[in-house]
């Protein structure tokens, strides 16, 4: 929920004043000139889930053998309540974290509102040279770079390999196939073919894409949610569902999700690799190799997944600049991020982390690296993020029959047209 005008004038004036302090007594890494050593707290905000958080939690902590006088204060916010949680603690300035670990389509909205510092000009230039090009491209706006990427990610369908073996099919490469696939499925072993995540928007954006269309045409400053590609999109949603191809829940779809998939009570899911670890603690994945990775199922017009991940930013009102912006260097160098993929399947960021043997050796990784190639870029808008809400509504009602696809698209639209004021 967005604050008052005031709220947001106290925030960018304690950036600016944060930004001519530090131009004081800071170089391009943050660093502080006149001590040449960092010291005091930074409160980290990871938006991590339950299986990656111990992870990050040990990794924050490791930075303080790097830096004896900092200490990092790690905590967990759930990535649900993260976006309004962050807003508010900025917006009044108590409490606030000092580094954030945001959704990429979060950061245009936070640089919008002046919630964030930039991104000192030395690692600003690192990032671009060595950084994958469409990970560093969500941490920009207005020209300017406010957070640095650190992990990159996509959809993909996810598949029990002996499920489909013994219904003796292929993994699916159209919604047509995942259709024809799930009959034999129910045939041969009783289960249902796929789990259908309908109650976050994310996984709305394989069906518009695959339709040939998106939610909106930012160029041109068009809402095209309710084209005839987004029709479709709902459309070809809720015919998974109601041709008993697929499974769904309006409610607690992520868990609903991950206990039907692992459990063996369906065959296939949509996920991404943040879901890798998770998986594989489940009583159908005890045999790691049973899981089984292959690209989201085609509509119409094609195949397409979105582009996701997180980025880490500074709070532009921050205590301990230096300091938090030399804990996000050291967050998104190439030895942390090998360490998380090592642990926890997730992609870097850095092109040159690709080379090294813990993420070659990555069976995932190597799956997801050229699916993130083709990812869809999504629009940088500060708006990104209020735009899932609505469309978070209707893709629900939409996949569980509460409204038809042609209404769905519409409402989409009609709620778009209210935060997109000024847009056709």
Known sequence: MRRGIAATALVATLALAATACGDSDSGDSGEKKSSGELSGTVTWWDTSNDTEKATFKKIAEDFHAQHPKVTVKYVNVPYGDAQNKIKNAFSSGSDAPDVIRADVGWVADFASLGYLDKVPDAKAKEVDSAFLKQAAASGRYDGQMYAVPQVIDTLGLFYNKKMLKDAGVEPPKSLEEVKTAAAAIKS????????????????????????????????????????????????AARDLV???AAITNATDGWNNMETAFKSGKVAMMVNGPWSVADVYAGDAFKDK???????????S????????????????????????????????????????TKALSLLPTRTAAYDQPDVKSNEMVQFFKPAVDKAVERAWIPENGALFE???????????????????????????????????
């Open 390 to 424: 609505p469309l978070k509504l209707q893709f629900t009602k939409a996949v569980t029959g509460a409204s038809s696809p042609e209404d769905a698209a519409k409402a989409s639209a009609t709620a778009f047209h209210k935060i997109l004021k000024d847009w056709k």
């Open 242 to 244: 109601t041709s008993g």
């Open 301 to 340: 017009a094609g195949q397409g997944a979105p582009q996701g991940g997180h980025d880490l930013a500074v709070y532009a009102g921050s205590k301990n600049r230096d300091a938090s912006h030399a804990f996000v260097d050291y967050l998104t160098s190439q030895t942390v991020q090998v360490q998380t």
């Open 289 to 299: 190799s049973n899981l089984g990775v292959a690209v989201v199922p085609a509509g």
């Open 188 to 235: 041969k072993t009783g289960n249902t073919g796929m789990y259908l995540r309908g109650d976050d928007s994310f996984w709305f954006l394989p069906f518009i894409y695959g339709e040939g269309g998106d939610l909106v045409d930012a160029k041109n400053k068009k809402v095209t949610v309710d084209g005839p590609a987004g029709v479709k999109a709902f459309k």
